[in-house]
């Protein structure tokens, strides 16, 4: 783990399913992740993925890179452009900075629309830092 490293790019397919289930699992039950009708009728093109499935999404970018005894600290995300079935998410990662067993990665999620997500993940990695 260094400042700079840059983590390999993870294309996520955006299917109905996905969104759909990631509403579910989240118990967030607002028509515009699961009802195509009634998202148009908000103005929206298509059902669209909630914040706590791209959460979780990058939470698994960043702990399937550092492997399987990271442990997420914190997660600060602000999403932009929706992410709507038929589209590509590709998240990309930067350790920004290191101190010891703990980083802090910058991700960016994008899609055809532009930046779905950015933030910060911070990390710890046992033993990664000795």
Excluded: C, W
């Amino acid at each position: 783990m260094r400042a700079g490293e840059r983590l390999p790019p993870l294309e996520i397919p955006v299917t109905r399913t996905l969104i759909v289930a990631g509403a579910l699992a989240s118990r967030d039950y607002q028509d515009v992740h699961h009802d195509p009708e009634l998202a148009r009728q908000k103005g929206a093109p298509d059902v669209f993925m909630n914040i706590l499935t791209t959460n979780g999404l990058v939470g698994r970018y960043v702990t399937d890179h550092f492997g399987p005894t990271a442990v997420l600290r914190g997660v600060a995300i602000r999403l932009g452009a929706p992410n709507h079935p038929g589209d590509t998410m590709v998240l990309t990662g930067r350790v920004e900075e290191v101190d010891g067993d703990t980083a802090v990665v910058r991700v960016v999620g994008s899609n055809g629309l532009g930046d779905h997500v950015t933030g910060t993940v911070t990390v710890t990695v046992p033993g990664a830092g000795s």
